[in-house]
């Protein structure tokens, strides 16, 4: 069975830094593209980092780009976010999502359960 | 970078209604579209790839159809476990979303 599990999220002040984790299982981690989702309190889905399966491509939103840092550790099968410079509009639940190749684009075929994390002073 | 759009943002229906939504692209997308469903603080699930086809274990009532900018998603007759809110995701060039379609009871 597929499983994605975040983790990392919480309360961070606006300027300040925090590190989602995604663990996976269930499937060649290895062998495919990764995603970061996020959603805002009540509002839509929102695209906002892939990488493919080596790491060779690496994309991100322009909402987050030069802020955050999306990376993998296909032995350790865990995906992560770095995220930087937090602005009260990052404030989301920020889902894991795996793609159904190596590299895409394509769409998602399992989510996480999502982490959230707040911005706020 | 591509738009996509969700027609109508709501919707109100009842058990059994047939149920489309629409979804448009900015500029031709082919068929590299799909459709999730989500309910209230759950991650979203695959329904439609492709445009038009099923993923494994979705009921039959859902079907996906269009291609270039326009898209449907229809619910044949529509069941309590369908009220939800709906997104288009187009992946011909990077990802992006529609901003959503709830579904929700007449």
């Known amino acids: 069975e597929v499983q994605l599990v975040e983790s990392g999220g919480g309360l961070v002040k606006p300027g300040g830094s925090l590190r989602l984790s995604c663990a996976a299982s269930?499937?060649?981690?290895?062998?495919?593209?990764m995603n970061w989702v996020r959603q805002a309190p009540g509002k839509g889905l929102e695209w906002v980092s892939s990488?493919?399966?080596?790491?060779?491509?690496?994309y991100y939103a322009d909402s987050v780009k030069g802020r955050f840092t999306i990376s993998r550790d296909n032995a350790k099968n865990s995906l992560y976010l770095q995220m930087n410079s937090l602005r009260a509009e990052d404030t989301a639940v920020y889902y894991c999502?795996?793609?159904?190749?190596?590299?895409?684009?394509?769409?998602?075929?399992?989510w996480g359960q999502g982490t959230l994390v707040t911005v706020s002073s | 970078d591509i738009q996509m759009t969700q027609s109508p943002s709501t919707l109100s229906a009842s058990v059994g209604d047939r149920v489309t939504i629409t979804c448009r692209a900015s500029q031709s997308i082919s068929s590299w579209l799909a459709w999730y469903q989500q309910k209230p603080g759950k991650a979203p699930k695959l329904l439609i790839y492709d445009a038009s086809s099923l993923e494994s274990g979705v009921p039959s009532r859902f079907s996906g159809s269009g291609s270039g900018t326009e898209f449907t998603l229809t619910i044949s007759s529509l069941q309590p476990d369908d009220f939800a809110t709906y997104y288009c995701?187009?992946?011909?060039?990077?990802?992006?979303f529609g901003p959503g379609t709830k579904v929700d009871i007449k």
């Open positions: 995701q187009q992946y011909n060039s990077f990802l992006t």
């Open positions: 269930g499937f060649t981690f290895s062998s495919y593209s």
């Open positions: 999502a795996k793609e159904i190749a190596a590299a895409g684009p394509y769409y998602f075929d399992y």
């Open positions: 990488i493919s399966s080596s790491s060779s491509y690496i």
